[in-house]
């Protein structure tokens, strides 16, 4: 694949990723995470806030990279090493998701896992990409 | 300065080493198991999701640190951003581990006030470290 070409695919990662973020504070919304861990113990609810932050994070980090220098991705050696960690990143989170999530939540909620299967299989071809294309 | 941040690298990266599969009875030693089972089932399935993804993101972190030090060492801009963005990840950390946590719920055993020291020491040798190593990479050694 033409090197320009996969520079612009990383970039479209990056906007996705910028959607992730901000899809991550409407989910801890949507999903009531401070209700559903109103009765949990305090250490379990600060732990799984503090995960979520990271995730957040590097999902930033990620974006901020990929918009700002998509060639990063391309670098022989520790480039690919980076794509790679990326694409079984996002290959896994689609595993997750149709393996380990609830299936009668996914039901409800049709649109979005699949909306979100499809985003996540995006990055992860994306990124794959990076790590095999050759300049 | 090159050949001793090399050799932090080594230590960082048996220390995130450690850190990964001391991580599996993190868990046990909490009691997640019991204390997750009055969450919904999405949310417990979301802790867990979450916690594999920050123990990958630590694997990764060792593996950049015992496998590609050249790398990490070499000046340019890709590693000064990989150094710094790891630094903050630890930064963070270190910041929680004295601010954030409230540990009370642990119970207070020699080991696990052990545990807790070698993490904070961990913790912020890491910072330390990858504070260093993005000054280098910024040019910081002239």
């Known amino acids: ?135 | 300065m090159k050949e001793l941040l090399n050799i932090g690298l080594i230590l960082a990266g048996f220390g995130l080493s450690v850190l990964v599969v001391a991580s599996f009875w993190i868990p046990k030693i909490l009691g997640w198991k019991e204390k997750l089972a009055g969450l919904t089932p999405l949310m417990r399935e979301l802790f867990w999701t979450y916690s594999a993804y920050i123990l990958a993101s630590h694997l990764f972190f060792a593996i950049l640190a015992l496998g590609f030090r050249d790398w990490l060492l070499s000046g340019t801009s890709a590693a000064a951003a990989m150094s710094g963005f790891i630094c903050f990840w630890w930064s963070v950390r270190v910041y929680l581990q004295f601010f954030g946590f409230d540990l009370e719920e642990v119970e207070d055993t020699a080991l696990n006030r052990l545990a807790k020291h070698l993490l904070t020491v961990l913790f912020v040798c890491l910072m330390i470290l990858f504070a260093i190593l993005t000054w280098w990479n910024l040019g910081g050694a002239g």
């Open chain 1, 1 to 135: 694949m033409n090197t320009e070409l996969m520079m612009w695919f990383l970039r479209l990662a990056g906007l996705i990723c910028v959607g992730l973020v901000v899809a991550n504070f409407v989910a801890s919304r949507r999903l009531g995470y401070a209700r559903s861990l109103a009765g949990a113990e305090t250490l379990v609810r600060q732990i799984f806030y503090v995960h979520c932050a990271y995730i957040v994070m590097l999902i930033s980090g990620l974006a901020i990279l990929s918009l700002g220098w998509p060639e990063l991705f391309l670098e022989p050696g520790m480039g690919r090493v980076v794509s790679g960690f990326f694409a079984v990143f996002w290959g896994s989170r689609v595993v997750v998701q149709l393996t380990y999530y609830d299936p009668k939540y996914r039901r409800r909620e049709r649109f979005w896992d699949f909306f979100f299967l499809l985003v996540f299989l995006s990055l992860a071809v994306i990124f794959a990409s990076a790590t095999l294309v050759t300049q």
